[in-house]
Nanobody, 122 residues
Framework: VQLVESGGGSVQAGASLRLYCVAS????????MGWFRQAPEKEREFVAA????????RYADSVKGRFTISRDNAKNTVTLQMNRLKPGDTAVYFC????????????????WGQGTQVTVSS
C-alpha cells in the first residue's frame, strides 16, 4: 500500500494541527494504521495507532489526551488530530500501515509514507 501524508506546518505552542494520510494500492481495511515521528538525532518513535475497524486505538503516553487518531475506510484515510502542541512534538511525522494487526513497534509496519514536518515553537 502507498501512503501520502499532508497537513504538517509550523505553529506556536498550544495550537492545533491535523495530519492526513491517504492510502492507495491495496485494500485499506486489511491494515491497521499508525503514526510515528522522528526528531533530529532521535530514534523514530510511536505516536498512535488504530485498528482496521477503529475499535482499538493506542497512544504514546506523551500524546495521550492531546492527540486523536481516526480513520475513514470509505475514503482510505487516517487522520491525526493534534491539540495543545508542545515544542517537544516537533518532528517529522510518518504514516504507516501494518497488515491486519494493530501494533506500536515500527517493525510490524511494512509500508511508510514520506513524512510531513511539524514544527512547534515556544
Amino acid at each position: 500500500v502507498q501512503l501520502v501524508e499532508s497537513g504538517g506546518g509550523s505553529v506556536q505552542a498550544g495550537a492545533s494541527l491535523r495530519l492526513y494520510c491517504v492510502a492507495s494500492g491495496d485494500t485499506f481495511e486489511n491494515y491497521a494504521m499508525g503514526w510515528f515521528r522522528q526528531a533530529p538525532e532521535k530514534e523514530r518513535e510511536f505516536v498512535a495507532a488504530i485498528s482496521w475497524s477503529s475499535d482499538d486505538m493506542r497512544y504514546a503516553d506523551s500524546v495521550k489526551g492531546r492527540f486523536t487518531i481516526s480513520r475513514d475506510n470509505a475514503k482510505n484515510t487516517v487522520t491525526l488530530q493534534m491539540n495543545r502542541l508542545k515544542p517537544g512534538d516537533t518532528a517529522v511525522y510518518f504514516c504507516a500501515a501494518a497488515p491486519y494487526t494493530i501494533a506500536t513497534l515500527p517493525g510490524f509496519y511494512d509500508s511508510w509514507g514520506q513524512g510531513t514536518q511539524v514544527t512547534v515553537s515556544s
